[in-house]
């Protein structure tokens, strides 16, 4: 039984609750859980999930630095649509990074689903980056992310990852229309 995986698991449910509140408290514990899953992932084979785990640590960095930039007037950054006029750079940015990573661990390492774990290391980028600017979109790139490692982690024996993951998609569900509310609220 791996115990950082599991410690890993109920840091990540923390996480959520924070992010399912739109809680500024959900970037300290998204420095927190990258840093145990580096190690859980790596041990696993599932080099991408643990390279991403560094980006996510410092993307909670970076996070935390926005939501708590002053504007006047207001006391932290608003929920808001994705400016259509991002969605062509992002998908653009996805297929990138797609495949680059994809091609490096499929040449390059010992990984038995390189193209997987790249696709969903190249969706989480373009999550976390739109997490951190609010943008309630996130919420619906997650739940594919989500779904998807919900059964890359069954494949490589991390079943309580997985059942994470399978709770991260219904939440993410239920985030999104949470999400929508808040903005409704704000407006």
Sequence with gaps: ????????????????????????????VSVIMPAIYIVVYYQVGL?????ISVYYLLAGIYGWWVWL?????RQ???????????FMPLFVVL?????LIG????????????WWDSFT??????????LAHK??????VWLVVDIISCGLYLYKDLYFTSFLYGLYAVIAFGGYLRWKQLMNVTE
């Design 121 to 130: 290391t190249a969706l989480s980028i373009i999550a976390m980056w739109m």
């Design 95 to 99: 297929c990138l990074v797609f495949a």
């Design 135 to 140: 943008y309630v979109e996130q919420w619906l």
């Design 69 to 73: 930039r002053h504007v006047p007037g």
């Design 47 to 51: 080099y991408a999930d643990s390279g």
């Design 103 to 114: 091609g490096i661990l499929a040449t390059y390492t010992d990984s038995t689903i390189p």
């Design 76 to 86: 932290e950054k608003l929920i808001t649509f994705t400016p259509r006029k991002l």
């Design 1 to 28: 039984m791996n115990y950082l995986e599991i410690v890993g698991t109920l840091v990540g449910l923390l996480y959520l609750w924070f992010e399912y509140k739109a809680s500024i408290w959900l970037w300290p």
